[in-house]
């Protein structure tokens, strides 16, 4: 597992791994050795041919990393995109639904999954949200399927410190990684869980890293990516790499899923993170806060 830089000081610029990457396809490490590529494509509320072509344009500039879910409705698309594209070695993660969870309901859920990419094994599937009273069970199925070669890792998304020490307590096999949403706006308010992933060896990806352009034109944002010469959705990619998450922007135009690839060319500045980390003011997507779940 690769060792992240423990940020104790807001002017710490850089995580270790992203010194030595070059592109979007590069890996990192999950536990057990399993290579996940450090920028993935998110299609979240894509649909039928949007889906397929956005794939395609990700996999044609660099992608190998592409993010869905059951609750995407979008599986098929992403397998049959994957497939048409001819490329080899395309990690691809999908996601457990909450009303799926549950120890038998986990194994069928997970095949329908399996079906729907049309892939013998799944790169890796998450628990998609910590549901109280069932997600301790549906982690021993993932476990199952872990050990039964089904898929090559497990981990979770939109768990907090409370919901992952829970977890850590009971496990067999800890989770590889916790995908949770995070930018310059959000990650001081979820520092405690970045730091616990990263003392326990998970691999943190950032979803909404481009805070679903809510933000992605703050006057902040903009200052950083003018002394770069860069897009704004490549200072906060950048920015992510640096405190050594894996950022899964969204996007389905061509040009902007090439952008948002092209964040290898230069590094940011202690100012420059120091400036952007002082952004933060707890945005969460709207629906999909975790802090209070039970």
């Known amino acids: 597992m690769t060792e992240f830089l423990r940020e104790d000081s807001p002017m710490s610029s850089r995580s270790p791994f992203v010194d030595g990457l070059s592109q979007a396809s590069d890996t990192i490490p999950l536990r057990g050795g399993v290579p996940m590529p450090v920028i993935g494509l998110g299609v979240f509320t894509m649909s039928g041919r949007d889906t397929q072509s956005a794939v395609a344009a990700a996999l044609k500039c660099g992608y190998r990393h592409v993010d869905t879910a059951s609750i995407y409705g979008n599986e098929a698309e992403v397998g049959s995109a994957v497939r048409r594209c001819g490329v080899a070695d395309v990690f691809v993660t999908t996601k457990l639904w909450n009303a799926d969870q549950g120890f038998g309901q986990t194994i069928s859920a997970f095949e329908r999954s399996r079906k729907r990419l049309d892939v013998d094994v799944v790169d890796l599937f ?69 730091d616990l992933c990263q003392d326990a060896g998970i691999v943190v990806q950032a979803y ?87």
């Open 126 to 194: 998450l628990m998609h949200w910590p549901v109280p009273g069932k997600r301790l069970d549906t982690w021993r199925a993932m476990e199952q399927l872990l050990d039964e070669g089904r898929v090559r890792a497990i981990g979770v998304s939109n768990f907090m410190a409370h919901h992952l020490d829970e977890l850590l307590g009971a496990a067999v096999h800890p989770p590889a990684v916790n995908q949770i949403e995070l930018s310059p706006f959000s990650y001081g308010s979820r520092r405690d869980v970045v």
């Open 208 to 294: 909404s890293p481009l805070t679903k352009g809510a933000l992605l034109h703050d006057a902040a944002v903009s200052a950083v990516a003018g002394r770069h010469q860069r897009g704004n959705a490549q200072i906060l990619i950048r920015w992510a790499l640096q405190k050594g998450l894996v950022p899964l922007p969204r996007s389905g135009n061509p040009q902007r899923i090439a952008a948002n690839a092209d964040v290898f060319g230069f590094s940011l500045s202690e100012q420059d993170m120091a400036e952007l980390d002082a952004l933060d003011r707890g945005l969460v997507t709207p629906g999909w806060d975790p802090t209070q779940a039970p």
